[in-house]
């Protein structure tokens, strides 16, 4: 836990994932790509932006963007306390 800075964490759940792409094109900073079977994954997580898109796109609640900044769910409970 010795990271200073608050990184975003973005998970795809799989399980409902139907790879319809989605998420990856209206990713405005092209954090997301897919794989051989169409399937999203983050490719360079660095690069988000935090907007929450992906998550408000996906029809299929298969995405959640974590962050620590209100609006979106909490990264980490136990840095911001
Ligand atoms: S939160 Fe925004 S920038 Fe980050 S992966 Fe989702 S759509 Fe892309
Ligand atoms: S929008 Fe949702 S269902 Fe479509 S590829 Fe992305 S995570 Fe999967």
Do not use: H, S
Not at 26 to 37: G, K, M, W, Y
Not at 70 to 75: A, D, N, R, S, V
């Amino acid at each position: 836990m010795g990271t200073k800075e608050k990184k975003t964490k973005i998970d795809i759940y799989k399980a409902w994932c139907k790879a319809c792409g989605i998420c990856v094109a209206f990713c405005p900073a092209e954090v997301l790509a897919r794989d051989e079977a169409g399937y999203p994954y983050v490719k360079f997580p660095e690069k988000c932006i935090n907007c929450g898109w992906c998550e408000l796109r996906c029809p299929d609640f298969a995405i959640t963007v974590y962050k620590k900044d209100k609006g979106l769910k909490e990264i980490d409970e136990e840095q911001k306390k």
